[in-house]
């Protein structure tokens, strides 16, 4: 597995290193000093900004990678992950891949002995998405350019996650190759989306069935006083579950 | 690796098979029918009512275990594995342990190539969580029955989780134990505790400082109408994260 | 105007003073103690329980006063009178009325010089609502016990407020009776009620749309610390504005 | 009273009509053309584009009049008035002024029969807010440039409501000027301001303590969908309540 390296500020500004000398908005590093550092060394650009070198994490590279497209935020995966009790080894497929952020978000976690099949039918994504998953190194992801109603092989599955714009197009398939006790997951942002969805997830014969919105508020801490943030997000998508018995 | 099974009625109403007959509130099922059966099978009582077998997932498993304090909800620990990127293989630690349902949520995640380094003072709870640990058969898991800040010996960690009436006693202990560019995430009920905690991360040397709080809401799809529910908690506890940098 | 008197605890429990003793949960008073107090004056139970006399305000009387159906929370008859600018000499039209809590909200601020016309279908519930706006005192509201669609008089009012399952079916009549410059207000509990009125609303010729819904937190401050209450109400209700141009 | 005019677009952007031409940002109208129209006219700028003239209420007034400090949004005042039955003929005291929003909103609910009292203790705020309030015509608000602590004479009041950093410093004087039943309400930005506010409070006799935050958001209706928005305002003040029994 490639180490992927990340410069990183005190305020959490963070860069990429790549084979290249790396240009801040403080001055630049010369390429030799970035590839003689280990983690936890502190580099410093010719005008003295420290800058800490970290091995990058998912979110690290993900904020860094390659990204033609708007991303679901970790709040909402992460809301997947623990309703689904996703965990190493599991097999899951993930549909439309999109920069395949989602896809290395699932691979991190299922790590090498799980599988993601990640479905993506634009071939523009597909491709930025290959790029991305290969330049984390995860080699437990398969990106396939194909539409997931069409000659769908994988079985007996973990976890099947959407990200389409009409999911209930695809909801017998994800029945089909769930394992029993499985978890079908769905990111939507309209709610016109989500009773469509329940609608024929129902008629397809999937059990559980619940639809959430997760609002994630943050705190500021001052020396002048503590207070909720003014700026929030009022809404990323609905997530919907359900589960195959 | 143990398989617990768990029988699931189409509500999502669950018992947890165990080396007995298994009695419901719709009749009972014999202990050799749920021996013989595999993930899958659908079992009846003998009142007739049906229920699937499956691979018991863990929040199956948690959500029937033995519990003699609160827990932390899934929606909190989904949004601390998707803010520290915790991934297959990490090592972290998890202090206090309390019933375990933490230390299982995480030892699912890290898998066993990871490891999670379980703390609890109270020896009553360090019982419960191993018998929990255990009941899921779950190796990857050390539950201590000791004080986080003395003699603690784990190195290099990716992640420290705390949930401790006092989190700031250990936050030294905290980050010396966290590898560069490691996580150290808390969670508080009180809005007091956050800021106590945020001056004491900030003196210890900790980057990136950031609390959010978590509100999950349902939405109900009837046929009558799609709505928020009316039922919601308003309030689980603070998140607060921190890095090593 | 009738002044209506209440009894109430240090802890906000409140009693509403009829012609009779008054029997609490801790002991009873004499009708004539009651008579003979004036605000601010404290009681004691024949067990020795204080209560202090208040002239009820309108929140006081809404809690105490007969319902036969539910009502709709003062946080969003609050955003309503915000919203719309209400004020002290308001023409308003309500529709429909139920026990008469909206009507008393806005009678109470349009005052003397406003008027309140409150329509209900029921003839139950308009009984009530006459009931429980007389037992106020209220002489600026009149609850009519017909459909807004059939022979609506009302001319240049200010507010159109419409709690009702179909309120798209009033628009024209909401648009007819307002004056320019006036406002619909709506409550609907369902998301799909919100879509479908916001198509009849633009057909009918109204601006400014506006849909949003009101989340209130309690927090508690109490010595252990501070947080907000575990207990919250998911959701009440959409609120729909829109003006007559 | 005087008649404020506004000219509104049917996108609901808005001009106040000042005794001059109207410059628009799609050209311009003539004085005289607005002085002669009515509410419920529409004029057109010389390029064409149309504004409905109307009779201003205070929410377009407040959107328009000058400020030079960020004032109170119209859900925490909606909120305010709803908390505390507040009506046409109350008498009620504002602490600070600032630009006059809020002494203008509660001054339209009380009304003629009604009083605001509102404390500023800046020179130059309260010289704005003495124009807003006479520019929109209101008779019954005096301001006052004077500390709320020293030499306060209004008493039996039925709301106090305080907009200051250290509003506890005036507990006793709010306590002292209320009637029995009368109630206190606050606004602070900070949790801290909101645990400190309660102690004291609680010591000076108040009773039914309690705080809110109140959270609006708004949900788009579009022809592509329906979902909430994604721009959401994550914190504004606390709320809190107090009654002098």
Same mark, same amino acid.
């Given at each position: 597995?490639?180490?992927? %390296?990340?410069?990183?500020?005190?305020?959490?500004?963070?860069?990429?290193?790549?084979?290249?000398?790396?240009?801040?908005?403080?001055?630049?590093?010369?390429?030799?000093?970035?590839? !003689? +550092?280990?983690? =936890?060394?502190?580099?410093?650009?010719?005008?003295?900004?420290?800058?800490?070198?970290? @091995?990058?994490? $998912?979110?690290?590279?993900?904020?860094?990678?390659? %990204? %033609? *497209?708007?991303?679901?935020?970790?709040?909402?995966?992460?809301?997947?992950?623990?309703?689904?009790?996703?965990? *190493?080894?599991?097999? &899951?497929?993930? /549909?439309?891949?999109?920069?395949? /952020?989602?896809?290395?978000?699932? /691979?991190?976690?299922? =790590?090498?002995?799980?599988?993601?099949?990640?479905? @993506?039918?634009? #071939?523009?994504?597909?491709?930025?998405?290959?790029?991305? $998953? @290969?330049?984390?190194?995860?080699?437990?992801?398969? &990106?396939? *350019?194909?539409?997931? +109603? @069409? !000659?769908?092989?994988?079985? !007996?599955?973990?976890?099947?996650?959407?990200?389409?714009?009409?999911?209930?197009? &695809?909801?017998?398939?994800?029945?089909? /190759?769930?394992?029993? =006790?499985?978890?079908?997951?769905?990111?939507?942002?309209?709610?016109?989306?989500?009773?469509?969805?329940?609608?024929?997830?129902?008629?397809?014969?999937? +059990?559980?069935? #619940? +639809?959430?919105?997760?609002?994630?508020? =943050?705190?500021?801490?001052?020396?002048?006083?503590?207070?909720?943030?003014?700026?929030?997000?009022?809404?990323?998508?609905?997530?919907?579950?359900?589960?195959?018995?």
């Amino acid at each position: 597995m490639i180490i992927m %390296r990340i410069l990183i500020d005190s305020k959490g500004r963070k860069y990429l290193a790549k084979d290249d000398d790396l240009h801040t908005d403080a001055g630049y590093i010369k390429k030799e000093e970035i590839e !003689n +550092s280990s983690p =936890g060394d502190v580099l410093e650009t010719h005008l003295g900004k420290k800058y800490t070198v970290l @091995e990058a994490n $998912i979110n690290d590279y993900i904020d860094l990678m390659e %990204r %033609r *497209c708007s991303i679901i935020l970790p709040k909402d995966m992460g809301i997947v992950a623990a309703y689904t009790g996703l965990g *190493c080894g599991n097999q &899951v497929l993930d /549909a439309g891949t999109g920069a395949g /952020a989602t896809a290395i978000f699932l /691979a991190n976690i299922v =790590g090498p002995q799980g599988h993601v099949y990640s479905y @993506e039918i634009r #071939e523009d994504f597909a491709e930025i998405a290959k790029r991305n $998953i @290969e330049g984390f190194g995860l080699e437990n992801v398969a &990106v396939k *350019c194909q539409d997931l +109603s @069409e !000659n769908l092989e994988e079985k !007996n599955l973990d976890l099947v996650f959407l990200d389409l714009p009409k999911p209930w197009l &695809v909801a017998d398939e994800a029945h089909a /190759a769930l394992k029993t =006790g499985g978890f079908l997951a769905n990111y939507t942002p309209f709610v016109d989306q989500v009773m469509t969805l329940h609608h024929v997830l129902k008629k397809v014969g999937f +059990s559980n069935l #619940e +639809s959430v919105e997760c609002l994630l508020r =943050g705190i500021e801490v001052k020396s002048k006083g503590t207070r909720p943030k003014t700026r929030m997000t009022g809404h990323t998508g609905y997530l919907t579950f359900a589960r195959k018995l």
